[in-house]
């Protein structure tokens, strides 16, 4: 078998390529397939995320890039030319960036629906899709980029030249547009606020009821729907109400200057004697903080144990009720705004004459 040459290698040469070339592809075939199934095993007893994103990388990784690997390997045996050992380079390396493409391909994929199925509602899909999307253009135009690079003869320099002066000019005219939509994957990925959180941008205030490419829609409490474009809204200051724990109250008490010091002392007892009756409800302090114009006053602070605003302001009103019965209970009167005009009789009691 040595004494036969075909195209300058010996038959021997070309049988233990083939034989390398055969035995190396099945050896990658049963290979994948174990390491699926043992895979499988390990993702029912073991469902880590860094685990799962393996999977990508087993289940979709192509006979075609298996074949021109074996063959790109068993061509270790023969001596080949110049210009065949170039085109099974190239065609190694093409075949090399696509399945790195596929494997990032579905990469994306899964990172990008296990986020949308964990993370988001229904609504927030359109836009988590989007992603998706962009990323995978993204992606396949550099795969693209790095193929047409490793194809012999052709100028990749005049070509990415020419994609970035028609990039510059699509970007300047789509200025706006690409903005929103970047605003639009910051708000979903960064999360300053969800569908259905509570929140109020500058004067405005309302409910979110959806994220989109290129807007976000608000409903006010007045009922009508407010429109923002996604820029603008990141570039104001935004308040989230949704995502309080508590709500501080701060309330003020003023009574009158005829109030005895034995009644000003009973004051923050009376209170802390009526917070106690709630449970989530949390007073802070209760101080005589200033002598006012026409009333003595007191401040408290406490705090409502939940978010909810109408649960808030019912507490408010039944602390307020009580705090009213009991200052009538001991007489103690509250102040409102009033003026004392004093006369002094100024007139001699011996005028002259």
């Known amino acids: 078998m040595t004494d036969i040459i075909i195209w300058g290698n010996s038959l021997l040469s070309w049988s233990l390529a083939l034989i390398s070339f055969v035995g190396l592809y099945f050896f990658f075939v049963i290979l994948l397939k174990?390491?699926?199934s043992r895979l499988k095993v390990i993702l029912k007893k073991n469902d880590k995320l860094s685990i799962t994103y393996i999977s990508p990388f087993l289940e979709h990784t192509k006979n075609f890039f298996l074949l021109i690997l074996s063959l790109y390997i068993a061509s270790i045996w023969v001596f080949l030319s110049e210009k065949p050992s170039m085109y099974l380079k190239t065609i190694f390396i093409i075949a090399f960036w696509i399945q790195v493409g596929i494997w990032v391909n579905h990469l994306i994929i899964k990172f990008i629906d296990i986020r949308t199925l964990k993370e988001t509602n229904g609504e927030d899909k359109s836009t988590m899709n989007a992603?998706?999307?962009?990323?995978?253009i993204v992606l396949?135009?550099?795969?693209?980029i790095l193929v047409i690079d490793n194809i012999p003869g052709v100028q990749i320099t005049a070509l990415v030249t020419s994609l970035g002066i028609?990039?510059?000019?699509?970007?300047?005219?789509?200025?706006?547009i690409l903005g929103d939509l970047f605003a639009s994957l910051s708000i979903t990925l960064d999360k300053p606020f969800v569908i259905n959180d509570f929140i109020q941008v500058d004067n405005h205030i309302g409910t979110v009821e959806n994220i989109g490419l290129k807007s976000t829609r608000i409903r006010s409490l007045s009922g009508e729907q407010l429109i923002f474009s996604n820029s603008d809204l990141l570039n104001s200051r935004i308040q989230n109400f949704k995502r309080l724990e508590r709500r501080r109250n701060l309330l003020k008490l003023g009574v009158l200057y005829q109030t005895t010091p034995e009644q000003l002392r009973k004051i923050p007892e009376l209170v802390k004697s009526i917070f106690s009756k709630y449970e989530d409800i949390t007073l802070d302090r209760i101080h005589?903080?200033?002598?006012?114009?026409?009333?003595?006053?007191?401040?408290?602070v406490y705090w409502v144990e939940s978010s909810d605003f109408t649960f808030n302001m019912d507490v408010k009103q039944s602390i307020l009720l009580e705090i009213f019965d009991e200052f009538i209970k001991n007489e103690i009167e509250f102040a409102y705004p009033t003026q004392s005009i004093f006369?002094?009789?100024?007139r001699n009691p011996n005028p002259l004459t």
């Open 140 to 144: 396949w135009s550099i795969v693209f």
């Open 131 to 136: 992603l998706k999307t962009i990323l995978r």
């Open 34 to 36: 174990l390491a699926k």
């Open 343 to 346: 006369i002094e009789n100024n």
């Open 166 to 176: 028609g990039g510059i000019a699509v970007g300047l005219a789509a200025q706006n």
């Open 288 to 300: 005589l903080s200033e002598f006012g114009d026409f009333s003595i006053n007191f401040e408290l």
